[in-house]
């Protein structure tokens, strides 16, 4: 069974930067797809970066040019560089991923993922 475990979560005033890790085990296929997703208080979970099978990566327009998503393919483990953050990105961050390949031109939904972790706080004070 694959296992995603987060971390890197935390509170931050407005401005400041946080990087967000996802450990993955259980993979047994090379070709796998790897993401991050959101949750506020009283609103849908949404997506914020991914990255497909090829390496294609897609944000959300409410960070692009803030944040940067990265994987480490030996260690099977994913990233999320938070710069310039903002109140409204205060939320639960969720890591899911999926084997087998896949391209994306557009961010895909919660659907497209099989696999996700229990989340980690990140809370961007004024």
């Known amino acids: 069974q694959v296992q995603l475990v987060e971390s890197g979560g935390g509170s931050v005033q407005a401005g400041g930067s946080l990087r967000l890790s996802c450990a993955a085990s259980g993979f047994t296929h090379s070709s796998y797809c790897m993401g991050w997703f959101r949750q506020a208080p009283g609103k849908e979970r949404e997506a914020v970066a991914v990255?497909?099978?090829?390496?294609?990566?897609i944000y959300a327009d409410s960070v692009k040019g803030r944040f940067t998503i990265s994987k480490d393919n030996a260690k099977i483990t994913l990233y999320l560089k938070m710069n310039s953050l903002k109140p409204e990105d205060t939320a639960i961050y969720y890591c899911?991923?999926?084997?087998?390949?896949?391209?994306?031109?557009?961010?895909?939904?919660?659907?497209?993922?099989?696999?996700w972790g229990q989340g980690t706080q990140v809370t961007v004070s004024s």
């Open positions: 899911a991923a999926d084997r087998g390949p896949r391209l994306w031109w557009t961010l895909p939904g919660e659907d497209d993922f099989g696999y």
């Open positions: 990255i497909d099978s090829y390496g294609s990566k």
